[in-house]
């Protein structure tokens, strides 16, 4: 598959009031030989349907030859086709499809305890901060990310009146649910069987279909009362196929730092631990520790949230190479 050449290109359009200026991004993508209409949206990550054509059409009206035949080594605009999840929050439930890399790949995000369980704690700056507001402010970014390149997704812990939230501190609330809305318990046992359930009845719906099913389940460490040590962002796996996974993963992280610090170093290693999450779900399946709760290197990592977007986008990073790993 040619790679899709992505630029985002401001449309400004005035619409009914002069005032009114309306700003779109489009995604745009260069035929290959012969290429048609249908087969470059289907490749852009859009559905070719009456309307996407139309709307093409219409958008690319000066470079259509007759019968609507492509030019070779024009770049077309894409009609962007968005969808709303409202679990994102009114500021980022609309996301906007840039690419179809993850098309046919399903995920299963799972943000670490909730409910009645706040897994760990830690205070920063006089405030108590709660390991599961972290981790899901988190996943739902890593979730909003794999959606935008046409990923499948499913949130398997889920808090309908929380979203995406640009804030530092994220009040701790008891009110997250599950996939399907059924009660998250206290009983640990009982509660990561509910959570492995819910993802094996998912994974076998996909699973004529799918080209990769994982599970991505994020967590916030600490070490007893102790502010130290500082921790890199780390990984925990049971299966051959889940250390896999932990090192693509694991080498973008890397990667990225050294890009973006430079003179850190980045040590975050992988770990093998028979946990229920990772044992008993069917898909592969990855544990990700993003820091210690406790440490205040570490905190600058989890309470920022523009470092819990970077996070988010390097994890969507690093699936993105595993995916056109097992694609090829
Ligand atoms: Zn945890």
Known sequence: MKVLKIGLFLIALWIAQPSQLLGQEYLTATPGTGEGIWSLLRRSGVKPTPSSVAKFKTLN????????????????????SSKRYPIFGPAYEEVTLVSGQLEGHVYYIVGGHGGPDPGTLGRYRGKQIVEDEIAYDTALRLARELLADGATVHIIVRDPNDGIRDSEHLPADKDEVYFGGKKIVLNQANRLRT???IINELYDSHRAT??????????VDSYGYRVEPQVDVHFIVASQSGRELGETIRSTVKAQYAIHQPNRGYHGDIKSRDLMILRETKPTAILIELGNIRHSGDQHR???????????????????????MLSA
């Open 302 to 324: 989890l309470i920022k949230p523009q470092n819990r977007q970077t996070l988010a986008e390097w994890i969507k990073e690093g699936l993105v190479a595993r995916a056109t």
């Open 210 to 219: 799918a080209k990769s099913q994982q599970v991505i389940a994020l967590h």
């Open 195 to 197: 959570r492995a359930r």
């Open 61 to 80: 009206a000066n470079n259509l030859i007759q019968n609507d035949e492509l030019k070779k080594g024009v770049e077309y605009l894409i009609p962007s």
